[in-house]
């Protein structure tokens, strides 16, 4: 990495993220010289990487700095001597999301963005897509950092660590900056001025809290958020916030994860998918609207602030988490920050060579976690599970494995075992084909032995 101009890459460029990015990047204007900003993206995404590229052009040159905003759909080009490399793309953009939802809610199963058969699949189609962009950098900037923020987190990191052989990859999820300002509005202290550890993996972590004085929190935080009395508000802007069971939480004596919802309450969350699903109003398609909305605001040749809104959207901070971790590395700032990287023994529980999802502080030389070490019972034995389910994803993504994607599903809890999770699987790989190229050989098998599975998948899909 240069010690000078910095060059940074944003794949995904056209994302609706992109202007808390550029905003967050203004904000350390100080701290990170950098003189060019590259947005890449995909033809199919040039039009939104045309407008919000115009907008970040306006929110630069309003900040009155001379950094260089390159707009491009050759994505070597944008990495060309990159110095940081920052990834935030959804393959088959949004309506690969719909997909991932609505088939498994018609069968009454949960469908969702990164957990269950949708989760699953979202990983099947950017494992593949991530180590192509690894196999670039390798040639083009073998130096490079690459922070990563495209979901599932967690699994995308550990197939860029693991399987891409790019140990300076740090995954970012904005999950754990709202348990934060949670924990410090509860308790009525400033964030600074509390200390957190969370460990577990992407999306299925836990937590705990001390003050400065050294009192561990973390019982009264549980009794104030999950507490009897409580109205529990989740912080997530894109998942339902059913309360948790106060006498399960407190037997943990951990903080949750919003996720865990998806399984400690799994009939709840489930039942209010469906009636989402039934009523045309799944997450994905909400999202796609606020997404439209935003996009023309973006229009705007007057704008040049990132508006309001984008905190509509699910992922409000991640950008800012990215600039911190950018500017933290940069500048051995050491920051705090919630990572995915390697466990290397954090947690004991979990595969010493396998990602995992922890507190610690953001050096020159990347990520250096605090030991967790154990979980009690009860969380060991869901986390291991899930893990060796990751683990499962990620084969089958990069191997187009079939029967690896089948033993995920089964393993999965969110998705029953059996026929219908063949069913499911055979339904999406059907669904997302023109994104599954290592699955080719399978998704022919099931074209010509399952007419019935494409004309289902077919007729569900004109209703989007």
């Given at each position: 990495m240069s010690r000078g101009a910095l060059k940074i890459a944003t794949i995904g460029g056209g994302s609706s993220y992109t202007p808390e990015l550029i905003e967050g990047y203004i904000k350390r204007k100080d701290e990170l010289p950098i003189k060019e900003i590259w947005l890449v993206d995909i033809e199919a995404g040039k039009e939104k990487l045309e407008t919000v590229g115009a907008m970040a052009k306006r929110m630069v040159k309003a900040a009155g700095l001379d950094w260089e905003v390159h707009l491009t759909l050759d994505r070597r080009a944008a990495l060309k001597d990159a110095d940081?490399?920052?990834?935030?793309?959804?393959?088959?953009?949004?309506?690969?999301?719909?997909?991932?939802?609505?088939?498994?809610l018609s069968h009454g199963v949960l469908g969702q963005e990164t957990n269950g058969a949708g989760g699953m699949f979202k990983a099947f189609r950017t494992i593949p897509v991530i180590l192509g962009i690894i196999e670039d950098m390798k040639e083009l900037c073998p130096d490079a950092w690459?922070?990563?923020?495209?979901n599932p987190a967690g699994m995308v990191t550990e197939a860029a660590i693991k399987h891409g052989g790019w140990k300076k990859t740090a995954g970012l999820c904005n999950v754990p900056i709202g348990h934060r300002k949670q924990a410090s509005e509860k308790l009525g202290i400033p964030e600074e001025d509390l200390f957190f550890k969370f460990a577990g993996i992407n999306?299925?972590?836990w937590h705990r809290v001390w003050d400065k004085e050294g009192k561990e929190r973390t019982q009264e935080l549980i009794d104030l958020i999950y507490g009897p009395q409580e109205e529990q508000e989740s912080h997530l802007k894109n998942i339902w916030d059913a309360p948790y069971h106060y006498e399960q939480i407190k037997d943990l004596g951990l903080l949750p994860c919003g996720y865990h919802r998806y399984y400690y309450i799994e009939d709840e969350m489930l039942k209010h998918s469906i009636e989402e699903f039934e009523k045309g109003e799944t997450r994905a398609q909400v999202v796609k609207e606020t997404e439209a909305r935003l996009f023309e605001?973006?229009?705007?040749?007057?704008?040049?602030?990132?508006?309001?809104?984008?905190?509509?959207r699910g992922g409000t901070h991640y950008s800012?988490?990215?600039?911190e971790l950018?500017?933290?590395?940069?500048n051995d700032k050491r920051t705090d920050m919630v990572v995915s990287t390697e466990n290397n023994g954090t947690i004991t529980d979990l595969p010493y060579d396998c990602v995992v999802e922890v507190s610690g502080p953001v050096t020159a030389h990347g990520h250096e976690p605090y030991n967790w070490g154990a979980f009690p019972p009860a969380a060991r034995g869901i986390i291991q599970v899930m893990k060796g389910m990751e683990e499962t994803v990620i084969r089958a993504a990069i191997n187009g494995d079939y029967g690896a994607a089948l033993h995920a599903f089964t393993i999965n809890p969110l998705v029953p075992g059996g026929a219908m999770a063949k069913t499911l699987l055979d339904e999406l790989l059907i669904a997302h084909k023109d994104h599954l190229p290592n699955f080719a050989e399978a998704i022919a098998k099931i074209e010509v032995e399952q007419p019935d599975t494409v004309a289902y998948v077919t007729e569900l899909m004109k209703s989007n």
């Open positions: 940081f490399v920052s990834t935030q793309f959804r393959v088959g953009l949004l309506d690969a999301r719909i997909k991932d939802e609505r088939i498994p690459l922070v990563n923020f495209t999306h299925f972590h605001l973006y229009k705007d040749p007057n704008l040049d602030y990132k508006p309001k809104e984008l905190e509509q800012d988490a990215a600039c950018i500017a933290s590395i940069y």
